[in-house]
């Protein structure tokens, strides 16, 4: 049986608790040093499917506060798509006005993920 | 003179829990003091997630954050001056500020809330030689020009300094098509946070170079190239280690400092290692009836803890305005005194007969430390001694002292926060 060890930062807190994944024939049995239930989740993902919110912005027209909209992934999406979720938005703008929560992008590169905005303009 | 119970000098994350903490704590004529046009802060540039897990117990970003304070500032009807910039706090709690509508005016407090957050330092604090070409920045202005203004800073970057925010400006140029060559850092540790190396420097194939500095900047007009060399451990460049990296843009992330003109204005007593207030565990200053919280305090790295600190301050600074203050009011209390590796408490005093039942004291060490126990002594008497992984000095420690500690502890002259070897 093969057993492997993997030492991570949990990155979802700013706390940063330093998690030991223990995997036997690719399977996690175990994550140690986590002191809440995400960091068991993250351990989790993060050696086999690992994922990361993106948060970037898009410009936002017909708004006299802001020239740009920050916004993000619903939810995490694969990290392998991140720069694909960049493209996806390299020709999206926002048109005010826009409540924080909006989407602004369904979906986006399928992951079943919708860009929502994180700002109102 | 116009009068107000509780005055709030910005309205960032701390100014607005302050504000909203003492609003719920009785003091309903509150006033928050801004001198940028909407309120927030900083947090409105911070588009990237990790903020509220303490406070809303879900992940936000930056502007998200500051919304759930704003509309809740809104629903209560607490009013707020924008554009308005304060030029003065008297040591008798008249603050003078100047806007275009009403030119400059004056308002008597009850008690004053300080809530100005800090700056970056400047590259003049720096001594880099070389010309003074475009295309040096701080981290947190390329931060203000790509997310608030649309505008990248330059395309090949170099970081000097590990802060968190020049770690997620590493990030955040690089999903913006920017190629980040390398993060140097003086010092043989990161000043950021672990999980902002991980996400964003690990997961973009970012090198960090520990104890390396920039020795020289090359271009007039814009920068060409920046030279960076390995450390010694006086922190001194390694003579044959310079290495020249090519690029137009050279932002720092060199330390953050509070902003306190206005504090050392009012002749409040500033800490040199802190460099904000000198507070006690009502987070008053020196000067009565004056509280200080958030990064005009001391620099945080969370800001959930900002909001948790403010909203301790904004509570006491009702409870002042109210006349409502205890016993013992004019002592400052029991000093701490921070010793064996750690740097500073926040607060640097204590009085127990009229503390909550429990008192947060905040601390950051001055090294990287493993396996050590912090320990907390009243006098010679050890009462606390919590065991720690890992200590660094880009990460705030925290020790919680309750009531119960003093209790039948007459006298204690001094409250000591340590660190032991295991």
Known sequence: ?121 | MEQHDVVVVGGGPAGLAAAISAYEAGSTDVVVLERDVQLGGILNQCIHNGFGLHTFKEELTGPEYAARYEDRLKELGICCLMDTMVLDVSPERVVTAVNTDRGVFSIQAKSVVLAMGCRERPRGALNIPGFRPAGVFTAGTAQRLVNIEGQMPGKEVVILGSGDIGLIMARRMTLEGAHVACVAELMPYSGGLKRNIVQCLDDYGIPLLLSHTVTRVEGKRRVEAVWIAQVDEKLRPIAGTEKRYPCDTLLLSVGLLPENELSRAAGIELSPITRGPVVDERLQTSVEGVFACGNVLHVHDLVDYVSQEAAMAGRMSAQYAQGDSGEGSAARGIPLVAQGGVRYTVPAFIAPERMDQKTTVRFRVDNVYKNKFVCVYLDDQRIMRKKRQVLAPGEMEEVVLKQEHFAERDGVERIVVTLEEG
């Open chain 1, 1 to 121: 049986m093969a057993r492997e060890t993997c030492e991570l930062t949990c990155i979802n807190c700013p706390l940063g608790c330093p998690l030991v994944v223990t995997l036997e024939d690719g399977k996690v049995v175990s994550v140690t040093g986590n002191t809440c239930k995400r960091g068991e989740v993250y351990g989790r993902k993060e050696v086999t499917n690992p994922t990361r919110i993106v948060t970037t912005t898009v410009p936002v027209d017909g708004s006299d506060r802001e020239r740009m909209l920050s916004v993000k992934t619903a939810s995490d999406v694969p990290k392998e798509s991140i720069f694909a979720v960049m493209e996806a938005l390299a020709n999206v703008r926002a048109q005010a006005p826009v409540q924080i929560g909006d989407v602004v992008l369904a979906n986006v590169c399928d992951t079943g993920v919708d860009v929502v905005a994180t700002k109102s303009a």
